[in-house]
T-cell receptor, first 111, second 112 residues
Framework: QQPVQSPQAVILREGEDAVINCSSS?????VHWYRQKHGEAPVFLMI?????EQKGHEKISASFNEKKQQSSLYLTASQLSYSGTYFC????????????FGDGTTLTVKP | NAGVTQTPKFQVLKTGQSMTLQCAQD?????MSWYRQDPGMGLRLIHY???????DQGEVPNGYNVSRSTTEDFPLRLLSAAPSQTSVYFC???????????FGSGTQLSVL
């Protein structure tokens, strides 16, 4: 069963912050985050392993709550280049190699 | 480095035709996978492989076959194309399962 992402879409002004959530009904081993621009392939942002680890990449960071099987992606002081669709991909404890992806959150950053 | 190379970029098929989508990676990755992405949707796993000679089914395997005879190549075969298989197909690889996925540029397939 695929993870559920929320919100489905968000519109921001440059400099504003956003949070994108990813929830799974299954126990997870890891959560991946990718960004996809229209007509292009997904690009890796970060990966989180079970243990509540928080990772950061410039002004983008993420957390993973193992107890709730939830991950959140935080975009701080958004830039125009952040526009795109964000996907979370999950790998369960079992079925190593079998990933499931959410349906994405479309982020639009306006000047 | 070429990374993950997919061919062709675009393909139009008639219902019932068969074809093979090619995927090759030059990073010596053990894990490779195929996804399809329908408009406005996420990625759906079709098949994956954790090494040469080892393949397994993903979420949506029906109508597709794969084999992995070498570490570098992971072709996806459509046995008898159907309009429901119209989609964008992405191949991805990683050093191991659960690690960062590197995606190819995709193949846009239309089945008429």
């Amino acid at each position: 069963q695929q993870p559920v992402q929320s919100p489905q879409a968000v519109i921001l002004r440059e400099g504003e912050d956003a949070v994108i959530n990813c929830s799974s009904s299954k126990a997870l081993y890891s959560v991946h985050w990718y960004r996809q621009k229209h007509g292009e392939a997904p690009v890796f942002l970060m990966i989180l392993l079970k243990g509540g680890e928080q990772k950061g990449h410039e002004k983008i960071s993420a957390s993973f709550n193992e107890k709730k099987q939830q991950s959140s992606l935080y975009l701080t002081a958004s830039q125009l280049s952040y526009s795109g669709t964000y996907f979370c991909g999950t790998f369960a404890n079992t079925n190593a190699g079998k990933s499931t992806f959410g349906d994405g959150t479309t982020l639009t950053v306006k000047p | 480095n070429a990374g993950v190379t997919q061919t062709p970029k675009f393909q139009v098929l008639k219902t019932g035709q068969s074809m093979t989508l090619q995927c090759a990676q030059d990073m010596n990755h053990e894990y490779m996978s195929w996804y399809r992405q329908d408009p406005g949707m996420g990625l759906r796993l079709i098949h994956y492989s954790v090494g040469a000679g080892i393949t397994d089914q993903g979420e949506v395997p029906n109508g597709y076959n794969v084999s992995r005879s070498t570490t570098e190549d992971f072709p996806l075969r459509l046995l008898s194309a159907a309009p429901s298989q119209t989609s964008v197909y992405f191949c991805a690889s990683s050093n191991r399962p659960n690690e960062k996925l590197f995606f190819g540029s995709g193949t846009q397939l239309s089945v008429l």
